[in-house]
Antibody, heavy 119, light 108 residues
Framework: EVQLVESGGGLVQPGGSLRLSCAASGFTFSSYWMSWVRQAPGKGLEWMAIIKHDGSQKYYVDSVKGRFTISRDNAKNSLYLQMSSLAAEDTAVYYC????????????WGQGTLVTVSS | EVMMTQSPATLSVSPGEIATLSCRASQSVSSDFAWYQQKPGQAPRLLIYGASTRAVGIPARFSGSGSGTEFTLTISSLQSEDFAVYYCQQYRYWPPITFGQGTRLEIK
């Protein structure tokens, strides 16, 4: 059974940093592109970043370029999102999502981890 | 950036009836298009990819159509568990991968 389990969310002050993790199981993690998608309270879905299966390519939405870094450790079946210079607008549930093979739709999602940026 | 516009924002339909949801892309995305369902407190679930292919385990009452800039999700014979928020997504031109703003399907 495919499972994605996020962790690392919490309350952080404006300007602070946080590192999210996503533990993957039930599939060959090293074969899949992975993404982070966030959802602000009561709002829609916003794609954040994507990383190639081997980590050699990474892409970001403009609003987080230079502040967020996506990475992965295929030996640990884990995906990460390092977030810095956080602002209130970054408050959201952050989901990790698996890219379907051969496409960039997302066939499996984690349950999400809530990041709250507030003083 | 490809903008995705969903309509209507809210759709009220009675159980057993048909629901038709629409999504328009600001430029052609061919068939690199997906639909998701999200229920309160849950992660999104992939329904349709490639504009018309049902994902694993998705009931046949869900069907997707369209290509280019106009797409439709049809849910026939609505069940109680189908009332949720639905999002469209394009993955033709990225970054960024973009989603629509969502359509809330509610019980009439």
């Amino acid at each position: 059974e495919v499972q994605l389990v996020e962790s690392g969310g919490g309350l952080v002050q404006p300007g602070g940093s946080l590192r999210l993790s996503c533990a993957a199981s039930g599939f060959t993690f090293s074969s899949y592109w992975m993404s982070w998608v966030r959802q602000a309270p009561g709002k829609g879905l916003e794609w954040m970043a994507i990383i190639k299966h081997d980590g050699s390519q990474k892409y970001y939405v403009d609003s987080v370029k230079g502040r967020f870094t996506i990475s992965r450790d295929n030996a640990k079946n884990s995906l990460y999102l390092q977030m810095s210079s956080l602002a209130a607008e970054d408050t959201a549930v952050y989901y990790c999502a698996r890219g379907r093979l051969g496409s960039y739709s997302f066939d499996y999602w984690g349950q999400g981890t809530l990041v709250t940026v507030s003083s | 950036e490809v903008m995705m516009t969903q309509s209507p924002a809210t759709l009220s339909v009675s159980p057993g009836e048909i629901a038709t949801l629409s999504c328009r892309a600001s430029q052609s995305v061919s068939s690199d298009f997906a639909w998701y369902q999200q229920k309160p407190g849950q992660a999104p679930r992939l329904l349709i990819y490639g504009a018309s292919t049902r994902a694993v385990g998705i009931p046949a009452r869900f069907s997707g159509s369209g290509s280019g800039t106009e797409f439709t999700l049809t849910i026939s014979s609505l069940q109680s568990e189908d009332f949720a928020v639905y999002y469209c997504q394009q993955y033709r031109y990225w970054p960024p991968i973009t989603f629509g703003q969502g359509t809330r399907l509610e019980i009439k």
